[in-house]
Nanobody, 132 residues
Framework: QVKLTQSGGGSVQVGESLRLSCAASGYTGSRMCMGWFRQLPGKEREGVAA????????YYADSVKGRFSISRDNTKPTVYLQMNNLNPDDTGMYYCAARQNPRACTTAFSKRTMRGTDFDSWGQGTLVTVSS
């Protein structure tokens, strides 16, 4: 069973950056799909980014492409979300998610979208607030 523990988040001004971290524990092996979701005020949960930790392939939602980047440290193991050039529309709750099967990323890579049902482990969430 994969346990995810998040850190990072906070309050920044427009144009600034934040990095979110998600540490995984309680599992054996390195083949996994890990990703980030967010829930903006008044909106449904949406996928932000995902990565196959074995191969290193990545997916980004159009709304964050070019500004956010997902990366991993397989030795920890930890997945990061680097968020640059933040704007108020990025304000919301961010969650990391994982499934111990890299094929769980298939929907993200093939259909260009992320489904929460493809993941079975979730972090506790962290709030990101961007002020103008």
């Amino acid at each position: 069973q994969v346990k995810l523990t998040q850190s990072g988040g906070g309050s920044v001004q427009v144009g600034e950056s934040l990095r979110l971290s998600c540490a995984a524990s309680g599992y054996t092996g390195s083949r996994m799909c890990m990703g980030w979701f967010r829930q903006l005020p008044g909106k449904e949960r949406e996928g932000v980014a995902a990565t196959n930790t074995e191969v290193g392939t990545v997916y980004y939602a159009d709304s964050v492409k070019g500004r956010f980047s997902i990366s991993r440290d397989n030795t920890k193991p930890t997945v990061y979300l680097q968020m640059n050039n933040l704007n108020p529309d990025d304000t919301g709750m961010y969650y990391c998610a994982a499934r111990q099967n890299p094929r769980a990323c298939t929907t993200a890579f093939s259909k260009r979208t992320m489904r929460g049902t493809d993941f079975d482990s979730w972090g506790q969430g962290t709030l990101v607030t961007v002020s103008s």
